[in-house]
């Protein structure tokens, strides 16, 4: 049975315990109309500035963004940015339990715009102490008791150093873990039950693997290896290859109709599979739902989300 409205009403208060690494996007945004006397640079005029959650408060607020209720541990600075995005998640309704370490900075990320084109990013991140990931890992401990799926926002900033054993712990408790992987070096996935790299990230650990029969064998062993029950990648413009152990793969076609930006379409993706797996639908539905919603964040400036109702309409259309 592949997705409809009647499965999409299934993920209505459907928990989903969210762990990673939380920043805060900043846009800066104005006119460029002449170069720097200083130095053969633009000079932009800043005239309007925007924040937004990035990483795995993006996620959270996507799970949220379709009627899910997802629950967020992250490890984040003592400073403004933390704060900003602990208030940030308290007026979207997001539940959150943050550990503010005063040794690290919030990761920030600021993107200077002008006319809808991105001029340059500035990154501020530091990791966070051993004092802070072992207070992180006991707030886990804690939580492991508000559902029954787990995603993991690894984006290679520190916060999930002690992944194996968060791994290890949630399938003690038949709690299956969902991943969004970063790095070439998947070992501490051991036991997921899936992983959601864009093909980059695939090839970094798979080797240089492009067509799609190709792909379903490296993922093949790549899950047999590390234990792993499936793995999507996403293929850009080619859509998305679910590949499962000994199964046959399941290729979707992209649903975007316009790509604008693909900025946090990976956290969409992660967050629409957990969720939807959360909810007893099968990989399948899944994902349907997360190349719908996919679809639709890329037509969006920045870390973006897709409504219920977008979804719906994307559906209709096909």
């Known amino acids: 049975m592949g997705l409809d ?26 006119d460029v109309n002449r170069i720097s006397p200083e130095a053969p640079v633009p000079v932009i005029s800043v005239q309007e500035t925007e924040k937004r959650m990035g990483g795995a408060a993006n996620v959270a607020k996507n799970i949220a963004s379709v009627g899910g209720r997802p629950l967020l541990l992250s490890i984040v600075g003592d400073d403004e940015a933390g704060h900003e ?47 802070a990931l072992e207070a ?21 900033k520190g916060g999930t150093r002690y992944l194996s054993s968060m791994i290890k712990l949630a399938k003690e ?7 969004d992987p970063k790095g070439h070096d998947y070992s501490a996935y051991q036991g997921a039950a899936l992983i959601t790299p864009n093909l980059s990230e695939f090839q ?14 490296a993922a093949q062993l790549l899950m047999q290896k590390l234990d792993l029950q499936a793995c999507l990648v996403t293929l850009s ?17 992209t649903r975007a109709r316009e790509v604008y930006d693909v900025t946090g379409a990976g ?47 994307s559906m209709r259309r096909d």
């Open 204 to 217: 970094q650990v798979a080797g240089d693997v492009y067509e799609l029969d190709d792909i379903d064998q």
């Open 5 to 30: 409205e009647h499965s999409l009403a299934k993920i209505d208060g459907t928990r989903v315990l969210v762990v990673g690494d939380c920043m805060l996007d900043r846009y800066w945004m104005g």
């Open 85 to 131: 995005l602990k208030q940030m998640l308290e007026q979207e309704h997001i539940e959150s339990r943050f550990h503010f370490d005063a040794d690290m900075n919030t990761t920030v990320k600021l993107r200077l715009v002008s006319r809808n084109q991105q001029l340059l990013r500035a990154d501020f991140e530091s990791s966070p102490g051993g004092a």
């Open 136 to 156: 992180g890992f006991e707030a886990f401990k804690q939580s492991l008791d508000v559902a029954k799926v787990m995603l993991v926002s690894d984006y290679g």
């Open 267 to 313: 956290d969409t993706v992660i967050a629409m599979m957990a969720l939807a797996r959360a909810s007893n639908m099968s990989y399948e539905q899944a994902i349907g739902l997360a190349n719908h919603a996919a679809g639709i964040v890329v037509s969006k400036m920045g870390t973006a989300t897709a409504s219920l109702p977008e979804i719906v309409l």
């Open 173 to 179: 408790q038949d709690i299956a873990v969902y991943i």
């Open 237 to 253: 413009e080619r859509g998305m290859l679910l590949c499962q152990r000994d199964a046959k793969p399941i290729h979707q076609l």
